[in-house]
């Protein structure tokens, strides 16, 4: 299975564009989307290019692939203009034989069923093993924070990689 990862898109027509050029080259079979998708939220300054409106149609090709989890910023407006459900706060899902856990990260919840945890808010990348449980947080593809720079992951078949979204470059890989 090769899943196209990435969070805290806020409402970035640009960067969503990428997203979507590295999924049209990127024969993946699944997108998982960790939360704030059209709104840039009151904490964070506007992205260069926010414009949620035509965020929407970019995402909304990609419908049939999404898994999404609700995030800080979303709000049930932003379900009435997406196709895809984006109000859950949490989904576990199996993947290459693997218990995941999808969320977005800013409530605490209950991790001792599952081997790896994907999550974003942060907007800062991770992954790292922590008591026989892996955490991934692929960073922000928008507003990225503490030195970090805009980023996505990749899960190919179990082997994970970060990837810098402006260079290509694998941030932090785990095999």
């Known amino acids: 299975m090769r899943i196209l990862i990435f969070s805290d898109l806020?409402?970035?027509?640009?960067?969503?564009?990428?997203i979507k050029a590295?999924?049209?080259?990127?024969?993946?079979?699944?997108?998982?989307?960790?939360?704030?998708?059209?709104?840039?939220g009151p904490r964070n300054d506007l992205p260069p290019f926010y414009c949620p409106k035509k965020v929407i149609p970019i995402l909304s090709e990609?419908?049939?692939?999404?898994?999404?989890?609700?995030?800080?910023c979303d709000a049930e407006v932003d379900q009435m203009v997406l196709p895809f459900n984006i109000l859950d706060e949490?989904?576990?899902?199996?993947?290459?034989?693997?218990?995941?856990?999808l969320h977005h990260g800013h409530h605490e919840t209950d991790t001792s069923t599952v081997s790896v945890v994907m999550s974003g808010h942060t907007h800062v990348p991770?992954?790292?093993e922590k008591?026989?449980?892996?955490?991934?947080?692929?960073?922000?593809?928008?507003?990225?924070?503490?030195?970090?720079?805009?980023?996505?992951?990749?899960?190919?078949?179990?082997?994970?990689?970060?990837?810098?979204?402006?260079?290509?470059?694998?941030?932090?890989?785990?095999?």
Not at 10 to 18: F, I, S, V
Not at 22 to 40: E, Q
Not at 146 to 175: Q, T
């Open 62 to 72: 990609l419908k049939d692939y999404i898994t999404a989890v609700r995030g800080n």
């Open 90 to 101: 949490r989904k576990i899902v199996e993947v290459d034989g693997r218990r995941i856990l």
């Open 22 to 40: 590295i999924w049209d080259k990127g024969d993946f079979d699944s997108i998982f989307l960790l939360g704030d998708i059209l709104y840039h």
């Open 126 to 128: 991770v992954l790292e």
């Open 131 to 175: 008591d026989g449980v892996l955490y991934l947080n692929p960073g922000s593809t928008t507003i990225p924070k503490n030195g970090s720079r805009p980023s996505y992951a990749v899960w190919d078949n179990g082997r994970i990689s970060i990837i810098g979204l402006d260079d290509g470059h694998i941030v932090k890989e785990w095999k």
């Open 10 to 18: 806020h409402g970035d027509y640009k960067r969503a564009e990428e």
